[in-house]
Structures are given as structure tokens and as C-alpha cells.
């Protein structure tokens, strides 16, 4: 069954795409056609109900009785003249029938003011339905056909039944980052469990299904903007508006008058060629070192063709490629890794409905399959380019990835890299998960890019496979030439580096790789001083997969295992069978080896969709760690009853976080001793983290009742200096071999001593060759760092005596600030190695 709608102008009709504006031209509001209008008169194209007209009466949008949605926008930016020249006819809700006069307009006057009067007639909803025919380049006239429809997948069941009648509830955006990924996803899970039409509509007008997390972000709604939900189950509507006041965990409070946050541009400057010897700066994804042949990334979608065969092939040929694209993610999806977890991902963006409607709109207009698909995601992505939030930013390379393997599968081009030469650096604007992941085993030195960011997938992958990684290089890098000599460490990437600057860099790097190997031989032996004292080497986890990469590397057991890092990404809390699995496994891939969990540490810089929390104003200082889990008890109560009845394949400790005072490990315990009472099992052992100044400074007091300590060297650095290490402006400053720090841990190790409590440390200082000897010097005794740092963490404190530590220590702790501590531990190292030697 078709549908024909009629012109809502007399005009000249036009093909979308050749609106002068990406919005539209690339199909991000639907697909459709645009006429030029011969007179001002705007009217229905059919009999239906108007669901919204635009404050500034330049646009309508109706839904029609056979169910398609349209939007109709008399010319384009004539937002800008605030109803200057319009004069609307009809209000929302509204019945009208077909011809009915919409929108009267001043067709000479905005021929002066406008950018244009071409006026887009766009289906929304296509989803539901998709443009199977037009013709264009023709002149038309108002009610004459100007497309064909067919319903999809998802049209409505309406038939020719009247529309149900749209209710609406308009609301400010309360979320601190904006409607960016996660959001989004939640919203669009809720979404999908009610029927009906159900939308998210901007202030400008611009129409999202709330069943889709892409279109939403297309939206790109910061902090403060109003927007509207409209839907035909008011139901659905307050269930939506609940979870968009709750915050999601990122609740920012809106202050009336305040302006929404909105992106910026960075102002363009002229990009001048690399010379010779010339090093480009760049920001470290992945720290490292390496030298090696340049070669640029070539990319086979030049190959797709241009030109379409019949719609059903193209619509099989782009069916087939979706098929073939899942399976390889659902494969990958399998295992238990950051890459398994960023294929589930991309999973979800696959079978998003406004993708798949966009791209079948393309092929309907005559685009092969390829093509028509990566315009389809192309439109979405233009729009998360210009989000504020950097973060959001990152995700459109997870779209343009998706867009890639989809387009290449469906021309049936093989997307197999070329072979590298050894220690090739690898250069390209940008880079997405499946291409590095090809390349892996190719022997790759390095990575620079001229986009990206320091958090994107890419570089997660990068990290765990070991590889040196620049991003945000800019439009310089693009001056290197394939093949050309290349430098790249210390955050910088340098051009055909002198002979004498390639060799001593070169030296540098043998010299480190030297001793990364010695280390490896040794890296199942335990550490010891040379005067014989036992220093234990955890490793930091966040998977099973990290725990038998861990085993690999020689660490001794878990001193860390992040568990809200495992549930984070999910709009449902951890039911205890998920978290008693997921935990044995954890504990099997340690092979008896010790495991320390780590209650879920929410809140702050780490928010969870399903646990909203309200706004607050120093999230840092509120509700996080200890005090969320206390407040949420159920929460608590299902965590520790899973690590209380797991299948433990060796010791289980269990570490609060965030602890400040004696009342909340009390609380704590005594659920963890209920729930063991309950199950008739041990209890395990119970220790805090000290994070807090006020934990360090009353060791001594919560010693007395903890099993153990660990100091949380990230957090009690920011929170001991009073920088936040989210806060580009301040975090750079922050350095946690300051004195003060080093003497709070001082504290709390006497403290423990005093109960004969054992203090270890897992935070990022545990891997600091210049933090070790003092560490060690100050009483620790267990160091837990990344997998990929336990052999050298090992190798330096077996270059080291208890005495030398302490003697470091002890005049570390006089020193003015973290710079005096480190030329102080740099000066005493390089004695230390001249004896050694």
C-alpha cells in the first residue's frame, strides 16, 4: 500500500538534497522534498491534526490521518525574524483538512530577508515510512501529488483511522553535560516500552523520536534548553519527564534567566607545513615511544559506487551488509573485554530505527546502498560534531565506524589493510575501532591522529594493545608525507628527526624495552628489597579479561577491582546473579590468586543511569562512594550478598570507598555480618579505602574496626589539594607526590600499624618509579597498578633497600612542594643505579 501526498505549495519542486542547508539537504530531520514556493500560501496536504506551530509561525508540522508526520518549514533561517512576515492560521491541535490554509506569508518580503525560500516538506517520522516516489525539477501546484509513501517496519497501526490526539509537557534540560549518549539511551530504552507517537521536540522546532537515542543527540540539547515531549499517552509522557528531571545521575540545577550551554568553535588558524627535525605536539592518548616509518591510513570508501541498481537490490544489498556487519559484532560482543564491550555498543547503534529509516530513505531517492547509508548516519553526525561536550564528540566516531563497515559490506569490498612495514607509525584524520583492531598484529610502532580524543574507543583499544598514541595533532599532520622518518615521544611527534636526535632516541627506547624485558623474565618472582623485604604487586581490574591479563604479567592477585566499572553503562542495576557471575569469573581467571572488590563507587565524575540522583552543587563532596551505597541500601545489600555466596576460587576481600568517619563502616559491616549470618557463610574481610584527608588524619580510629587499608592516591590527592582531576583548568596541577599527601599517608600507616592492619595503595602513584621508594619507605607494603606495569613496578623495588627508602622519605616529607620530592627521588635513584651497577 502507498500513500500520496500532496503539495502543500505552488512552487517549484526540488530534491532535498539541494536545500542549502546540511540539516535538511543530508536528510537529519527525514526524508522528503522541498518546493520553491510562486506564492504565499501555505496548506494542508491533507486531513489530520497540527501537532505544533513554531512561535515564530515558520513552520507547522501536522500528523496525518493515514499516519505520516509531516514537518513544513517556509524558507531557511527565517527562525531569525520572529514571525516578521508570517502570519499563522492555525493552532496546535488543531483539525484540518485537506487545503486548508496553514501558514499566510510575505513572499516578497522574505525573498529581501531569507537565505532562501525553498521549503522542505519532511516526513519525521520515517520510521514508519519511507519516500518511494516524487518527481522533481518540475513545477507543481498546491494539492497536486508531490510524493509517494510507503509504510516500513514501523508505521503505525492508525491505518486511516483518526489520529489519537497529542498532548504535550514542556520542561527545562536538567542534566549537566546536556542530552548526550547515555541519556539518550535510557531515554529511548523507557520510550520503547510505550506505544504511540512519542517525540522530543526542540525550541526551534527541530522533532526527534524519543524511541531513538541517534536522533535525540541530533537534537543536541545542552544544559538549560527548553524542550517539549509530545506523545499520544500522557502516561508516557510523565514517565519520560520524571526520568529527564532526575538527572540520571548528572542533575545540574537550571537557574531561570541563566543562558543554555551551548558549543563553541575554536578559531582557525593557518596551518603551515612540518619541516624537518620540526616536532608537533599532541595530546597522549596512550604514553610511549617510538620511531618508525610514516603511513597514512587510505580509505577504501572511495571505491563504493556511485551509481544505484534497482531499489530492491540496493534495499537487499543494504539488509545483507547490516546482517553481516551483526554478526561479526555479536561475535565480538561475546568476550569480556574493553573491545567486546565496545562492539555491544556499536550493536545498538546498528539496529537504531532512525538510521535505518534514513538510509532507506536515500535509497528510495536513488542512492546505492553504501552511499545511501553513510549519508543516513552522516546527518546524525554532523550534528554531535557541534555538541559542547567533548565527550559526545568522541562517540561520533563509534557512528562513522558503523557507517564505514556497513557501507564497505554492502559494496562487497573487503576491508582488509594493506601489510605495514615493521614499526610503521600510522597516520590518519581519524581512526575507529575496527580499523586499529585489523591492524593489531600488523606491527605497528605508534598511532597519531589529526582528530580524536584522549577518552575515545580507539585509544581504550590502543591502550590495551600496548601501541603509543597521539590524537588532536591538527591540520599540520597532514603536511608528513608517506614514508617519512618519524619520532614520536614525550607527547610530541617530530619530522625527519637529525641523525643525532634519531639516535639518541633510539637509545632511549632500546634501553627502555631492554629493561621491560629483563623485568618480563622476572615478573612471576616475587619483589623483594635487597635487604629481603616482601612488597606485594597487585594489579588494577576492571574485567575478567584484565584479571588473565593480569595473571600473564606476573601480579600477585587483585588490589582493585573496580566493580561499578563492570555495571556502568546499563540502565538497570546488577541483579545478584549477574554480579555473583561476574565476580567468579574474576576469581577463576586469578587462578587462587587474592581478590579485593571494591563496593560500587558511584557518584561524582562516575554517575550510573540506574541510580538517579538529584543535583547537587559540589557532586565531589555529596553523595558518592560509602555514603550513596548507605543510602541506597538495596544496592548495597545485593552487592555484598554476591560477594558473600560467589564460587571463590581464592581469598575475597571486600573494600569500601570513600570512608570518612568510624559511623559508615559500622553500617557496613553489619549488613555484610547479616548477610553472612543469612547465607551461613564467612564473613570476608572488610577494609576501607583512605581517599579522604579526614580517613587519613583518624587511622587510627578506623583501624581499630577495618581489616586493612588502601590508599586511593587519585582521589586523596584532589581532594588534600582542592583540585577537582576532572577540571582541565586545575587538574594539570595536581601531583600526588606532594608532601602534605605523603605525610597523610605517613599518618595513616602509623595509625595502622597500631592494630597491625596492613596499608597497601592502588591509585595511579603505585606504578611511579619516583613514588615507589618512598612509598615503600613510608610503610606500604602492597602496590596494585595496571596489568602492564606490574613486571617494572616489580624490577624497581628490587633495586631498592628499606633503608634507602626510608632515609628518602623522611627528607621528602620536609621538601616545599611535589617538584622538590622528585628532584630530590631522581637525584638519589641515579646514586642508587651507580651502586647497583
Request: charged share 20%; glycine share 10%.
Given at each position: 500500500?502507498?500513500?500520496?501526498?500532496?503539495?502543500?505549495?505552488?512552487?517549484?519542486?526540488?530534491?532535498?538534497?539541494?536545500?542549502?542547508?546540511?540539516?535538511?539537504?543530508?536528510?537529519?530531520?527525514?526524508?522528503?522534498?522541498?518546493?520553491?514556493?510562486?506564492?504565499?500560501?501555505?496548506?494542508?496536504?491533507?486531513?489530520?491534526?497540527?501537532?505544533?506551530?513554531?512561535?515564530?509561525?515558520?513552520?507547522?508540522?501536522?500528523?496525518?490521518?493515514?499516519?505520516?508526520?509531516?514537518?513544513?518549514?517556509?524558507?531557511?533561517?527565517?527562525?531569525?525574524?520572529?514571525?516578521?512576515?508570517?502570519?499563522?492560521?492555525?493552532?496546535?491541535?488543531?483539525?484540518?483538512?485537506?487545503?486548508?490554509?496553514?501558514?499566510?506569508?510575505?513572499?516578497?518580503?522574505?525573498?529581501?530577508?531569507?537565505?532562501?525560500?525553498?521549503?522542505?516538506?519532511?516526513?519525521?517520522?520515517?520510521?514508519?515510512?519511507?519516500?518511494?516516489?516524487?518527481?522533481?525539477?518540475?513545477?507543481?501546484?498546491?494539492?497536486?501529488?508531490?510524493?509517494?509513501?510507503?509504510?516500513?517496519?514501523?508505521?503505525?497501526?492508525?491505518?486511516?483511522?483518526?489520529?489519537?490526539?497529542?498532548?504535550?509537557?514542556?520542561?527545562?534540560?536538567?542534566?549537566?553535560?546536556?542530552?548526550?549518549?547515555?541519556?539518550?539511551?535510557?531515554?529511548?530504552?523507557?520510550?520503547?516500552?510505550?506505544?504511540?507517537?512519542?517525540?522530543?521536540?526542540?525550541?526551534?522546532?527541530?522533532?526527534?523520536?524519543?524511541?531513538?537515542?541517534?536522533?535525540?543527540?541530533?537534537?543536541?540539547?545542552?544544559?538549560?534548553?527548553?524542550?517539549?515531549?509530545?506523545?499520544?499517552?500522557?502516561?508516557?509522557?510523565?514517565?519520560?519527564?520524571?526520568?529527564?528531571?532526575?538527572?540520571?545521575?548528572?542533575?545540574?540545577?537550571?537557574?531561570?534567566?541563566?543562558?543554555?550551554?551551548?558549543?563553541?568553535?575554536?578559531?582557525?588558524?593557518?596551518?603551515?607545513?612540518?619541516?624537518?627535525?620540526?616536532?608537533?605536539?599532541?595530546?597522549?592518548?596512550?604514553?610511549?615511544?617510538?620511531?618508525?616509518?610514516?603511513?597514512?591510513?587510505?580509505?577504501?570508501?572511495?571505491?563504493?559506487?556511485?551509481?544505484?541498481?534497482?531499489?530492491?537490490?540496493?534495499?537487499?544489498?543494504?539488509?545483507?551488509?547490516?546482517?553481516?556487519?551483526?554478526?561479526?559484532?555479536?561475535?565480538?560482543?561475546?568476550?569480556?573485554?574493553?573491545?567486546?564491550?565496545?562492539?555491544?555498543?556499536?550493536?545498538?547503534?546498528?539496529?537504531?530505527?532512525?538510521?535505518?529509516?534514513?538510509?532507506?530513505?536515500?535509497?528510495?531517492?536513488?542512492?546505492?546502498?553504501?552511499?545511501?547509508?553513510?549519508?543516513?548516519?552522516?546527518?546524525?553526525?554532523?550534528?554531535?560534531?557541534?555538541?559542547?561536550?567533548?565527550?559526545?564528540?568522541?562517540?561520533?566516531?563509534?557512528?562513522?565506524?558503523?557507517?564505514?563497515?556497513?557501507?564497505?559490506?554492502?559494496?562487497?569490498?573487503?576491508?582488509?589493510?594493506?601489510?605495514?612495514?615493521?614499526?610503521?607509525?600510522?597516520?590518519?584524520?581519524?581512526?575507529?575501532?575496527?580499523?586499529?583492531?585489523?591492524?593489531?598484529?600488523?606491527?605497528?610502532?605508534?598511532?597519531?591522529?589529526?582528530?580524536?580524543?584522549?577518552?575515545?574507543?580507539?585509544?581504550?583499544?590502543?591502550?590495551?594493545?600496548?601501541?603509543?598514541?597521539?590524537?588532536?595533532?591538527?591540520?599540520?599532520?597532514?603536511?608528513?608525507?608517506?614514508?617519512?622518518?618519524?619520532?614520536?615521544?614525550?607527547?610530541?611527534?617530530?619530522?625527519?628527526?637529525?641523525?643525532?636526535?634519531?639516535?639518541?632516541?633510539?637509545?632511549?627506547?632500546?634501553?627502555?624495552?631492554?629493561?621491560?624485558?629483563?623485568?618480563?623474565?622476572?615478573?612471576?618472582?616475587?619483589?623483594?628489597?635487597?635487604?629481603?623485604?616482601?612488597?606485594?604487586?597487585?594489579?588494577?581490574?576492571?574485567?575478567?579479561?584484565?584479571?588473565?591479563?593480569?595473571?600473564?604479567?606476573?601480579?600477585?592477585?587483585?588490589?582493585?577491582?573496580?566493580?561499578?566499572?563492570?555495571?556502568?553503562?546499563?540502565?538497570?542495576?546488577?541483579?545478584?546473579?549477574?554480579?555473583?557471575?561476574?565476580?567468579?569469573?574474576?576469581?577463576?581467571?586469578?587462578?587462587?590468586?587474592?581478590?579485593?572488590?571494591?563496593?560500587?563507587?558511584?557518584?561524582?565524575?562516575?554517575?550510573?543511569?540506574?541510580?538517579?540522583?538529584?543535583?547537587?552543587?559540589?557532586?565531589?563532596?555529596?553523595?558518592?562512594?560509602?555514603?550513596?551505597?548507605?543510602?541506597?541500601?538495596?544496592?548495597?545489600?545485593?552487592?555484598?550478598?554476591?560477594?558473600?555466596?560467589?564460587?571463590?576460587?581464592?581469598?575475597?576481600?571486600?573494600?569500601?570507598?570513600?570512608?570518612?568517619?568510624?559511623?559508615?563502616?559500622?553500617?557496613?559491616?553489619?549488613?555484610?555480618?547479616?548477610?553472612?549470618?543469612?547465607?551461613?557463610?564467612?564473613?570476608?574481610?572488610?577494609?576501607?579505602?583512605?581517599?579522604?584527608?579526614?580517613?587519613?588524619?583518624?587511622?587510627?580510629?578506623?583501624?581499630?574496626?577495618?581489616?586493612?587499608?588502601?590508599?586511593?592516591?587519585?582521589?586523596?590527592?584532589?581532594?588534600?589539594?582542592?583540585?577537582?582531576?576532572?577540571?582541565?583548568?586545575?587538574a594539570a596541577g595536581l601531583d600526588a607526590l606532594h608532601p602534605a599527601i605523603l605525610q597523610l599517608i605517613e599518618i595513616a600507616q602509623i595509625g595502622a600499624s597500631r592494630h597491625g592492619r596492613l596499608v597497601g595503595l592502588c591509585g595511579g602513584l603505585g606504578a611511579d618509579p619516583e613514588a615507589i621508594p618512598l612509598l615503600i619507605g613510608l610503610g606500604v607494603r602492597e602496590l596494585s597498578v595496571s596489568a602492564g606495569s606490574v613486571a617494572e613496578t616489580k624490577a624497581c623495588i628490587r633495586s631498592l633497600t628499606l633503608e634507602q627508602c626510608g632515609l628518602m622519605a623522611e627528607a621528602a616529607l620536609a621538601l616545599p612542594d611535589a617538584a622538590a620530592v622528585r628532584a630530590l627521588v631522581r637525584a638519589e635513584l641515579g646514586k642508587i643505579v651507580e651502586e647497583v651497577a
Amino acid at each position: 500500500m502507498t500513500l500520496t501526498i500532496a503539495s502543500p505549495l505552488s512552487g517549484w519542486a526540488t530534491p532535498l538534497c539541494e536545500v542549502p542547508d546540511p540539516v535538511f539537504a543530508q536528510g537529519m530531520m527525514g526524508p522528503g522534498i522541498a518546493v520553491d514556493p510562486a506564492e504565499g500560501r501555505l496548506v494542508s496536504p491533507g486531513a489530520g491534526r497540527v501537532v505544533s506551530v513554531h512561535p515564530a509561525g515558520h513552520a507547522v508540522t501536522l500528523e496525518l490521518d493515514a499516519g505520516p508526520v509531516l514537518l513544513m518549514h517556509v524558507g531557511l533561517d527565517t527562525v531569525g525574524l520572529g514571525g516578521a512576515g508570517f502570519a499563522p492560521e492555525v493552532m496546535e491541535g488543531e483539525r484540518v483538512e485537506a487545503g486548508q490554509v496553514l501558514i499566510l506569508f510575505d513572499l516578497d518580503r522574505l525573498a529581501r530577508t531569507a537565505r532562501s525560500l525553498l521549503t522542505p516538506v519532511i516526513v519525521t517520522n520515517g520510521e514508519a515510512f519511507a519516500v518511494v516516489g516524487g518527481q522533481t525539477d518540475r513545477e507543481i501546484a498546491a494539492g497536486a501529488a508531490l510524493m509517494t509513501l510507503e509504510p516500513c517496519g514501523m508505521a503505525t497501526a492508525a491505518g486511516a483511522k483518526e489520529a489519537a490526539p497529542l498532548t504535550s509537557r514542556s520542561l527545562l534540560l536538567p542534566l549537566a553535560h546536556g542530552l548526550h549518549a547515555r541519556p539518550a539511551a535510557r531515554l529511548a530504552s523507557l520510550a520503547g516500552t510505550f506505544p504511540g507517537t512519542l517525540e522530543i521536540v526542540a525550541a526551534d522546532g527541530r522533532v526527534a523520536s524519543a524511541r531513538s537515542a541517534v536522533a535525540m543527540l541530533a537534537l543536541g540539547l545542552g544544559h538549560g534548553e527548553t524542550l517539549t515531549l509530545r506523545g499520544s499517552d500522557i502516561t508516557a509522557i510523565d514517565a519520560l519527564a520524571e526520568l529527564i528531571e532526575s538527572g540520571m545521575g548528572e542533575h545540574r540545577p537550571v537557574v531561570v534567566g541563566e543562558p543554555a550551554v551551548r558549543g563553541g568553535q575554536s578559531a582557525l588558524v593557518p596551518s603551515l607545513p612540518l619541516g624537518e627535525g620540526e616536532a608537533l605536539a599532541a595530546v597522549t592518548a596512550v604514553p610511549g615511544a617510538a620511531i618508525g616509518p610514516a603511513v597514512w591510513l587510505l580509505d577504501p570508501l572511495a571505491s563504493l559506487p556511485e551509481t544505484a541498481g534497482t531499489r530492491e537490490a540496493e534495499t537487499a544489498a543494504l539488509d545483507g551488509a547490516i546482517a553481516q556487519i551483526r554478526a561479526s559484532l555479536e561475535s565480538a560482543a561475546e568476550g569480556d573485554g574493553q573491545a567486546a564491550q565496545i562492539a555491544a555498543a556499536h550493536l545498538v547503534l546498528l539496529d537504531d530505527p532512525e538510521l535505518l529509516g534514513a538510509a532507506r530513505g536515500g535509497i528510495a531517492a536513488g542512492l546505492p546502498a553504501g552511499r545511501a547509508w553513510i549519508a543516513g548516519v552522516e546527518g546524525f553526525i554532523a550534528q554531535l560534531r557541534l555538541s559542547p561536550d567533548p565527550r559526545l564528540r568522541e562517540r561520533v566516531d563509534d557512528l562513522a565506524d558503523l557507517a564505514r563497515r556497513v557501507a564497505l559490506a554492502s559494496g562487497g569490498i573487503d576491508e582488509t589493510p594493506p601489510p605495514l612495514p615493521p614499526g610503521a607509525i600510522l597516520l590518519a584524520d581519524d581512526l575507529y575501532p575496527s580499523q586499529l583492531m585489523a591492524l593489531a598484529d600488523g606491527g605497528l610502532g605508534g598511532v597519531v591522529t589529526v582528530e580524536g580524543g584522549a577518552t575515545s574507543h580507539v585509544a581504550i583499544i590502543a591502550a590495551g594493545l600496548g601501541l603509543p598514541m597521539l590524537v588532536a595533532a591538527g591540520e599540520r599532520l597532514k603536511s608528513i608525507p608517506q614514508g617519512a622518518a618519524l619520532l614520536l615521544e614525550k607527547g610530541a611527534l617530530t619530522h625527519a628527526p637529525a641523525a643525532g636526535v634519531l639516535a639518541a632516541a633510539r637509545a632511549r627506547i632500546e634501553g627502555a624495552q631492554s629493561r621491560r624485558r629483563a623485568a618480563a623474565a622476572h615478573a612471576h618472582e616475587p619483589a623483594m628489597t635487597r635487604d629481603g623485604v616482601r612488597i606485594e604487586v597487585f594489579a588494577n581490574l576492571a574485567s575478567a579479561a584484565d584479571a588473565r591479563a593480569a595473571v600473564a604479567a606476573g601480579a600477585e592477585g587483585c588490589g582493585l577491582l573496580r566493580s561499578e566499572f563492570l555495571f556502568l553503562d546499563r540502565a538497570e542495576a546488577p541483579s545478584l546473579a549477574e554480579q555473583r557471575e561476574v565476580y567468579s569469573a574474576i576469581s577463576a581467571a586469578l587462578e587462587g590468586r587474592p581478590l579485593i572488590v571494591r563496593t560500587l563507587d558511584i557518584g561524582a565524575d562516575k554517575p550510573a543511569p540506574y541510580l538517579p540522583m538529584g543535583g547537587e552543587e559540589n557532586p565531589a563532596l555529596g553523595l558518592r562512594g560509602i555514603r550513596l551505597q548507605l543510602a541506597a541500601p538495596d544496592l548495597l545489600d545485593v552487592q555484598l550478598r554476591a560477594l558473600v555466596t560467589m564460587e571463590a576460587q581464592g581469598p575475597v576481600q571486600i573494600m569500601l570507598p570513600m570512608v570518612s568517619e568510624i559511623a559508615e563502616l559500622r553500617a557496613a559491616r553489619a549488613a555484610l555480618e547479616r548477610i553472612a549470618a543469612e547465607e551461613e557463610r564467612p564473613c570476608p574481610p572488610l577494609g576501607i579505602m583512605v581517599e579522604t584527608p579526614a580517613a587519613a588524619l583518624h587511622a587510627g580510629v578506623l583501624a581499630a574496626e577495618a581489616d586493612f587499608f588502601s590508599v586511593g592516591s587519585n582521589d586523596l590527592a584532589q581532594y588534600t589539594l582542592a583540585r577537582d582531576r576532572t577540571n582541565p583548568h586545575v587538574a594539570a596541577g595536581l601531583d600526588a607526590l606532594h608532601p602534605a599527601i605523603l605525610q597523610l599517608i605517613e599518618i595513616a600507616q602509623i595509625g595502622a600499624s597500631r592494630h597491625g592492619r596492613l596499608v597497601g595503595l592502588c591509585g595511579g602513584l603505585g606504578a611511579d618509579p619516583e613514588a615507589i621508594p618512598l612509598l615503600i619507605g613510608l610503610g606500604v607494603r602492597e602496590l596494585s597498578v595496571s596489568a602492564g606495569s606490574v613486571a617494572e613496578t616489580k624490577a624497581c623495588i628490587r633495586s631498592l633497600t628499606l633503608e634507602q627508602c626510608g632515609l628518602m622519605a623522611e627528607a621528602a616529607l620536609a621538601l616545599p612542594d611535589a617538584a622538590a620530592v622528585r628532584a630530590l627521588v631522581r637525584a638519589e635513584l641515579g646514586k642508587i643505579v651507580e651502586e647497583v651497577a
